[in-house]
């Protein structure tokens, strides 16, 4: 399923950062500064301007300011002392969004040259610098840094009050090495939402000397990127039905439908279609239709986890099939609605249908309502929405109180996030709970079944908003 992304740019320019001694020690591309360089040579780059260690770490903010001002869209800032593989850059370069995100490696061995920073939600919340610290932090940054063009102006703000905190000593003896670390605080800091971009099994860290370098680029080798690929085009935070019951095998048609030049939008046209057969199948009302109706019903979930699949392995996100695909899953839950009372003959059956459906359709409102209601809160800075924090100032520890503080607390533990996933009864779980009952029993004893379920699972979410809006 296509996550609901906006591209906001086409276009991403790229500041290198050639301010350490690291950047000039040896590979088999020559320096550590060349490797990179040819590693951006190969991903859709606009341009890379160099920065180099003239004029120490004030006059490099500065100079990573002028270039953000003029920038004609999303701006990527790297380290030339890094190591990292190239599919490691392409996950946050690639991405069709071009937004706000940092690449993060989910460890604790926080350190020079390694920051921590702290991970919610698929959100940095806190990151840390020599001079910024992190409470219970759970990720590092791996020094790469992209703002998306809506953030430009932020950063350049940001690039220009480090600048003039260095200058006057506010911020103790940070270095060049630490820059792309301070710009993250100070994104993170003035409210811009910053994705975390996880690095799995790649890697991508910047070393220090030729010994280390050395290592870092064995280990590359260690690593199948092409496998990597594959395996990140499977979302990782779906739903337990999805995870093991599909995509366990819908992997592995991501790489045919690829060679097939199949496109996600089309892959959610077949999975429509799909649907909407199962829902006439269901009209039938007898036994071998709802049978071969809720066998229709599950491929056709299966190819909308395929579609979303496809479409982050080919790296073709768009707002269109976005839109598309989440607009085709409501018809097609609905159309088999219609099918199902359309073959069961009780008298009462369509009006647990159309309960059926406004229950959905309620439960839908609760849960985009509040999230852009949150992304416009945090637009126009109310006080509700994430507040800007001065760069001086020191770092809570992050942790809610009350109910917040259970769900983070219920997130560590890895049988009750699966169990509460189960419980908010997402698009995979009603599918197999409507295929389930149609097949076995009948349409009465689904829509009963989707009502008291799906009451509860309304209950939990309007619970779980109304906690988090009273924070």
């Known amino acids: 399923m296509p996550e609901p992304l906006s591209r906001e740019s086409t276009t991403t320019s790229v500041v290198l950062l050639a301010t350490t001694p690291a950047s000039r020690l040896y590979c088999a591309e020559g320096t550590l500064l060349d490797r990179v360089g040819g590693q951006l040579a190969t991903l859709p780059v606009l341009d890379v301007q160099v920065v180099s260690a003239d004029g120490g770490l004030v006059a490099g903010l500065r100079n990573i300011a002028k270039i953000v001002r003029v920038a004609p869209g999303a701006v990527a800032v790297l380290p030339a002392d890094l190591v990292a593989h190239t599919e490691a850059l392409a996950m946050l370069l690639e991405h069709p969004a071009r937004d706000t995100a940092a690449l993060v490696s989910h460890d604790a061995d926080s350190g020079p040259p390694h920051p921590p920073v ?10 840390g610098s020599s001079f910024h610290l992190v409470p219970a932090a759970n990720a590092t940054f791996r020094g790469v840094l992209q703002t998306g ?25 940070v270095t060049e090495v630490e820059a792309a670390d301070l710009l993250l605080v100070g994104l993170v800091r003035s409210g811009v939402a910053v994705r975390a971009t996880g690095l799995g099994p790649l890697h991508a860290g910047r070393v220090t000397g030729q010994g280390a370098a050395d290592t870092a680029l064995t280990r590359l080798a260690e690593v199948d990127e092409a496998q990597v690929r594959l395996d990140t085009a499977v979302k990782q935070d779906d739903g337990f039905f999805a995870t093991y019951l ?7 048609l991501i790489k045919p439908a690829a060679r097939l030049k199949l496109t996600p939008n089309a892959v959610t046209g077949i999975s429509l279609a799909l ?138 533990d890895t049988v009750a996030r699966w169990l509460k996933k189960i419980v908010v009864l997402p ?45």
């Open 118 to 127: 702290r991970v919610e939600g698929g959100k940095i919340v806190a990151a």
């Open 149 to 173: 063009e809506s953030g430009l102006s932020a950063l350049a703000d940001v690039a220009e009050e480090l600048a003039e905190l260095v200058e006057e000593g506010k911020l103790g003896p």
């Open 246 to 252: 599909v995509s366990t095998w819908t992997r592995h």
């Open 275 to 412: 649907a909407l057969l199962a829902a006439v199948w269901f009209s039938a009302g007898t036994p071998g239709g709802r049978l071969t109706g809720a066998a229709l019903f599950y491929l056709s979930f299966a190819l909308d986890c395929l579609d979303g699949q496809l479409a982050r392995y080919t790296r073709t996100f768009s707002p269109l099939g976005a839109w598309a695909d989440g607009l085709s899953d409501r018809f097609k839950e609905y159309a088999v609605y219609v099918g199902l009372a359309v073959g069961f003959a009780g008298p009462d059956i369509w009006y647990l249908a159309v309960a059926t459906m406004i229950l959905q359709v309620v439960r839908h409102a609760i849960q985009y309502a509040y999230a852009g209601t949150v992304a416009d809160a945090g637009r126009v800075g109310t006080p509700w929405g994430r507040p800007a924090r001065s760069l001086m100032e020191s770092e809570d520890a992050g942790r809610a109180p009350g109910v917040l503080g259970l769900a983070q607390r219920i997130e560590r």
């Open 427 to 471: 698009i995979g779980e009603r599918t197999a709970l409507i295929a389930v009952t149609a097949a076995g029993w009948n349409a009465r004893v689904t829509f009963l079944s989707l009502l008291c379920w799906g009451g509860v699972a309304a209950l939990y979410q309007l619970a779980g908003r109304i906690a988090r809006s009273a924070k």
